[in-house]
């Protein structure tokens, strides 16, 4: 599955970039980012830009309520930090950018509730500043117990905590 972008311009703006062909802050806007959202160099773009995999556009289990521009996350698989113990290599990172209330959709909640139930790794994270690594977590020992209880209050507690936790920082500074 493919899905076009349609104007979403989230991972323009939201990931920082390090390549050796291309460098761009987080939480800033790529330069060859124009409007009404769509890249002025897609043709030639950096390899970093090819390789990056937007969940919503690979994942055919997202529907459109997951367009990151939508619902304020952006998702990404993860596979450079599952730790030990899990049997699936690859997770999903849940990039929440916009606000933490984000995060308290039922929809948001039930897609959580069911992949921690199933055992894959999950993350969060937040942004970081321009110059800072966005901060992320592993979702699972916190919304575990409750996923496999459908408790979604319990999730949506634990969620709340560890944004707030993330958003207090501190932030990893970018290598140059």
Not at 50 to 75: A, N, T
Not at 86 to 91: K, L
Not at 105 to 120: C, D, K, N, R, T
Request: charged share 25%; net charge neutral.
């Amino acid at each position: 599955m493919d899905r076009p972008c349609d104007g979403c311009t989230v991972c323009c703006i939201v990931p920082p970039i390090r390549s050796p062909d291309f460098s761009k802050q987080s939480s800033t806007r790529c330069i060859n980012c124009v409007e009404p959202g769509a890249c002025g160099i897609y043709p030639t773009r950096p390899q970093a830009c090819r390789d990056f995999e937007c969940g919503w556009r690979s994942l055919p289990f997202l529907d459109d309520r997951w367009k990151p521009d939508r619902c304020g996350i952006m998702i990404v698989p993860e596979e450079n930090h599952v730790p030990p113990g899990f049997q699936r290599r690859q997770g999903l990172n849940f990039t929440a950018f916009r606000k933490p209330e984000d995060l308290e959709q039922p929809f948001v909640i039930e897609m959580l509730a069911g992949l921690a139930h199933a055992e894959v790794p999950l993350f969060l994270s937040v942004p970081g500043p321009p110059g800072f690594h966005p901060a992320m977590t592993l979702l699972n020992p916190r919304i575990g117990e409750a996923a496999h209880e459908r408790d979604g209050a319990r999730i949506r507690s634990a969620l709340a905590a560890a944004y707030n936790a993330l958003k207090a920082g501190p932030f990893e500074p970018l290598k140059s």
